[in-house]
């Protein structure tokens, strides 16, 4: 995934900042397919010229606020291969916070890959070779570490929209949040045991 330099100016970066956070809404609302440039470019007061020179096309659009997003949860979610618990539990309160993350990856999985590994997180490698080198010192279980990390957040996802059964939202009584976050963080307790 090829994604352009964003401009350095402070206009420029203003600009691009508005094209981002409104395509955000766009994408995950709508798709690649259903979204429209010239809805993106009223959002974020600006033209298609800029949207097109800033990204050079939709895809390109699309490819950038994926990436934006996916860097922006990235340092919002600290990842702990010791702490694979409270990292779950991380991701459940982003997940509650941001619902359109989860909907932008499930359109990237619909119109994009339908099967195997999205390439498009940045920053799978350092988590995949900290729970290998965890698991080679005994603290995690045994087995393919991909696996595991994929296990953890499809328990951590499973009561977002992505979750397909049930999903949660912010404005639910608090007491319900702190029982799925305690029963996620139990569960992942026990399945991480070495």
């Known amino acids: 995934m090829d994604v ?5 100016s402070p206009k420029g970066a203003a600009t691009s900042r508005r094209i981002l956070d409104a395509a955000l809404q766009e994408f995950a609302e709508r798709g690649i397919a259903g979204a429209r ?12 010229a800029q949207v097109y020179g800033y990204f050079g096309n939709k895809d390109g659009l699309f490819d950038a ?24 539990v991380a991701v459940y309160d982003e997940n509650l916070n941001s619902p359109h993350v989860v909907r932008l ?18 920053d799978v490698e350092p988590k995949l070779a900290a729970i290998a080198r965890a698991q080679n010192e005994g603290r995690l279980r045994a087995g393919e570490p991909a696996d595991l990390l994929l296990l953890v957040l499809g328990a951590a996802s499973a009561w977002s929209p992505a979750g397909g059964s049930y999903a949660a939202s912010a404005d639910e009584p608090a007491t319900e949040h702190t029982r799925r976050r305690a029963a ?8 991480i045991a070495p």
């Open 4 to 8: 352009p330099e964003l401009p350095t």
């Open 37 to 48: 440039v010239d809805r993106i470019t009223a959002a974020a007061r600006t033209n298609k």
């Open 65 to 88: 606020v994926l990436t934006d997003v996916l860097e922006r949860t990235a340092t919002a979610v600290h990842f702990d291969a010791d702490d694979l618990p409270g990292w779950a």
């Open 105 to 122: 990856l499930t359109w990237a999985r619909l119109e994009r890959r339908e099967s195997g590994r999205l390439e498009i997180a940045p």
């Open 184 to 191: 996620l963080h139990d569960f992942i307790q026990q399945a």
